[in-house]
C-alpha cells in the first residue's frame, strides 16, 4: 500500500476550490461513434476521484498534491501502469521527496522492476524516508522482501527481513 502524506481528497478539493480562476472545465464534445463519458451518478467514489484529478491536471499538470493523489488512486485500481507513469513524473518535478520515491519504488515493484524498485527505495531512504513499520508490511514490496538486495538495505538500516 503506498503511502500518501496528506488527507485527500477534502484537502485537495479545498484547495482545488481556492486556487480555482474560475474558468469552467469543460469536457471533450463526443463525436459519433465515441462513447460519451460516465457522469458523476454513474460513477463509484474511486472512479470519482480519479476523473476529478485529471481534471484538475488537465488545467494545472505540474500540481504535485494532484499526482499524489491520483497515482494513490490508480495504485489502489490496479492500474499499475499509470500509476508509474504518474510516480516518474512527480518524481520529476520533486526529484528529493522521499514519498514520491517510496511511492515509486512500489509503483515499479508491482511492475516487475525489483531492481529499479530497490534503487528507489534507497533514495526515499537516503531522502529521509523513515516509516520502517509501513515498509516493511507493505504489500506492494513484497515482491523484493526475499532479494538479496533489499535484504542488504533493511540491513544497512537495522531491521532484518
Not at 461513434?33 to 463509484?44: K, L, Q, T
Request: proline share 6%.
Amino acid at each position: 500500500m503506498r503511502w500518501l502524506s496528506i488527507g485527500l481528497p477534502q484537502k485537495l478539493l479545498q484547495s482545488a476550490m481556492s486556487a480555482s480562476d474560475e474558468t469552467p472545465v469543460h469536457r471533450k464534445p463526443v463525436r459519433r461513434g465515441e462513447s460519451a463519458p460516465r457522469w458523476f451518478g454513474e460513477m463509484g467514489q474511486a472512479e470519482f476521484e480519479v476523473d476529478f484529478y485529471e481534471q484538475v491536471l488537465a488545467r494545472h499538470p505540474n500540481y504535485v498534491i494532484v499526482l499524489r493523489a491520483l497515482g494513490e488512486q490508480l495504485a489502489r485500481k490496479g492500474m499499475y501502469a499509470r500509476s508509474l507513469e504518474i510516480d516518474r513524473r512527480l518524481v520529476s518535478l520533486v526529484p528529493h521527496d522521499c514519498v514520491a520515491r517510496y511511492n515509486l519504488a512500489c509503483s515499479l515493484a508491482m511492475q516487475g522492476a525489483p531492481r529499479q524498485a530497490i534503487e528507489e527505495l534507497s533514495r526515499a531512504i537516503e531522502y529521509g524516508y523513515d516509516d520502517f513499520g509501513h515498509l516493511e508490511v507493505d504489500p506492494d514490496l513484497e515482491s523484493l522482501r526475499k532479494l538479496p538486495a533489499y535484504q542488504e538495505l533493511m540491513r544497512q538500516h537495522g531491521l532484518e527481513s
